[in-house]
């Protein structure tokens, strides 16, 4: 039997050391590196090639968010687990759209963990059961509301153009110099943008590109 | 010497249970552990243990809890409170000391330490 070959990415020791631990105590799971900061992840997984990556997001030098950016674009076969005590829709929706597959909390039980390991290890997707409903409950507010489809019609090329870049994390600045348009430009897009669609916040626009499937699952 | 015996508090599972393994493997005594405060507290005063860890994320939000535990081990020479905090990688001794976490050992040396022994 082939084991799931997995990296552990958190800068806390205990966590980390702990974690190693509960997998490694697992028949069909190997640990095959570990990292304590975002850079450490990207050299460790261009390394070790594992199947999985769970991933801290709050870390030194580079943050696990950048870090699966990084590691989608070069290594888009490597499932990404993000394994947080942070529940904010901000961290969620952002972590799906820079590619990972999957969101577990540290207050889940480990069973949890083995559990998501197992299933983006074969290309699913892992959701925490608390983050999943606010997903699927905010999904269903919207198609319930009939907004979805006609406010997204009403939205220019440009302003698409403009979400899409926001939702992947780009600021003002970096989109207007893709666009070649001035950052006070992108700030009217954006503000047309957010009231077209009744959106008041980043987290909500990120969102909203998730649902729409404007993110490539690399960017 | 003996090695004190602990009590484990968390707020989260995950990390309940990893510092669970991580005793095991040193040889610690875990008499119990528990992710609800009241529950916990409950436990360590039947339990009497001479370690109470417990990891929390945010220290506000902790403080009744840690005022409780304080109240529990006061006047006790030989019981400590060890507090770990995740976000700030720290172990926070009550009352007596606060060493900054690099490693495992860190952790089983605050439990071990010559003064908590009974």
Redesign the interface.
């Given at each position: 039997m082939n084991k799931i070959r997995v990296v552990i990415a958190d800068d806390h020791t205990i966590v980390r050391e702990g974690v190693r631990l509960l997998l490694e105590a697992q028949p069909d799971i190997e640990v095959v590196g570990e990292a304590a900061d975002g850079r450490e992840a990207i050299a460790v997984i261009r390394e070790q090639h594992p199947d999985v990556a769970a991933m801290d997001i709050q870390m030194p030098n580079l943050n696990g968010l950048d870090a699966t950016r990084a590691i989608k674009q070069e290594s888009p076969q490597v499932q990404i687990l993000v394994l947080t005590m942070y529940e904010s829709d901000e961290y969620f929706f952002q972590t799906l759209a820079a590619g990972a597959s999957g969101y577990v909390l540290k207050k889940a039980a480990s069973a949890d963990l083995m559990t998501a390991i197992r299933a983006v290890s074969q290309g699913n997707v892992f959701l925490y059961p608390s983050v999943a409903r606010r997903l699927v409950s905010d999904y269903l507010t919207r198609v319930n509301a009939g907004e979805e489809q006609g406010s997204y019609d009403g939205l220019t090329a440009r302003e698409r153009e403009v979400l899409k870049l926001i939702a992947e994390g780009h600021t003002n600045q970096s989109i207007a110099e893709k666009l070649v348009i001035s950052p006070s430009t992108v700030q009217t897009h954006r503000t047309r943008i957010m009231h077209r669609l009744n959106l008041q916040t980043r987290a909500e626009l990120i969102q909203y590109a998730v649902r729409k499937g404007l993110l490539d699952s690399a960017s | 010497m003996a090695l004190p015996r602990v009590y484990l508090i968390c707020?989260?599972?995950?990390?309940c249970?990893?510092?669970?393994?991580?005793l095991r493997?040193e040889g610690i005594e875990l008499l119990g552990m528990d992710?609800d405060t009241e529950t916990a507290l409950a436990q360590v005063r039947a339990l009497n243990p001479e370690v109470v860890l417990v990891e929390s994320?945010d220290e506000d939000t902790e403080a009744n809890l840690m005022l409780a535990l304080a109240q529990l081990v006061s006047g006790k020479d030989h019981r400590r409170v060890i507090r770990?905090g995740?976000?700030d990688?720290e172990l926070y001794i009550y009352h007596q000391e606060h060493r900054r976490?690099?490693?495992?050992q860190d952790?089983v040396a605050a439990i071990c330490a010559d003064d908590v022994s009974a």
């Open positions: - | 707020v989260n599972r995950l990390v249970e990893a510092v669970t393994m991580l493997r992710t994320g770990l995740l976000a990688k976490l690099v490693d495992v952790l």
